[in-house]
């Protein structure tokens, strides 16, 4: 009789030629903006009138002077025709036609902002609908921000760990624990700051 072992996730990763355990990295923003441009052919003042940036954002982000908000990466992913999850991606092989994506804990795209830590999640999925993502919200006060967080389309947040309090232009704020969520138009001005011990952990899915 023939006893077959049984593999291991590594082991079928080994020989299998579609399957790659790796560990993410942090995308270099400036570099893949430029490689973006270029490839269109795209002058920096094109860029910039497609995206509706002022030339001189595009050429700080692409010079890795400045570190652009979320609704800035908005419009830069609207002008190239993508998302925001497939802007940040590390370019890579060419995913298979099936629409089917795994981020396990902790190896989602980074990218880490003044006041959240966002972790974009099932990020080789390219021109989807909505982009998920786990945060952290380091923020303690609405005096944090420089001002409303504001970008198309609509978000839905849930309260994963802790608690945060909910800034928004036209509401008064509304606290929301573990559990809780909300849905909004995400033109409106927004924010979340953390009210908990330690820093709240939200999913967020914005879909532009």
């Known amino acids: 009789m023939t006893v077959k072992t049984a593999r291991t996730p590594q082991s079928r990763a080994a020989t299998h030629p579609r399957i790659a355990l790796v560990n993410p990295r942090p995308v270099d923003l400036g570099a893949r903006l430029r490689d973006l441009r270029k490839a269109r052919h795209w002058t920096l003042a094109e860029a910039a009138n497609r995206t509706d940036l002022a030339r001189s954002t595009l050429s700080k982000i692409e010079n890795r002077q400045m570190s652009p908000t979320f609704d ?51 990020t080789e999925l390219a021109h989807r609908k909505f982009t998920p993502i786990r945060t952290r919200v380091r923020a303690r006060s609405f005096t944090d921000f420089s001002g409303w967080i504001r970008h198309p389309g609509e978000d839905y947040v849930l309260v994963l760990e802790g608690a945060v309090e909910f800034y928004s232009e036209f509401y008064e704020p509304v606290r929301l624990a573990a559990g809780d969520c909300v849905h909004y138009d995400s033109a409106m001005g927004h924010a979340f700051i953390s009210v908990s011990q330690k820093d709240a952990l939200l999913l967020w899915v914005s879909a532009a």
């Open 72 to 122: 800035v990466l908005q419009k830069i992913a609207t002008g190239f025709g993508l998302d925001v999850a497939t802007l940040l991606a590390s370019p890579g092989p060419s995913p298979p036609l099936a629409r089917r994506s795994i981020t396990r804990q902790g190896q989602g795209t980074p990218y880490v902002m003044p006041n959240y830590d966002h972790e974009f999640l099932c």
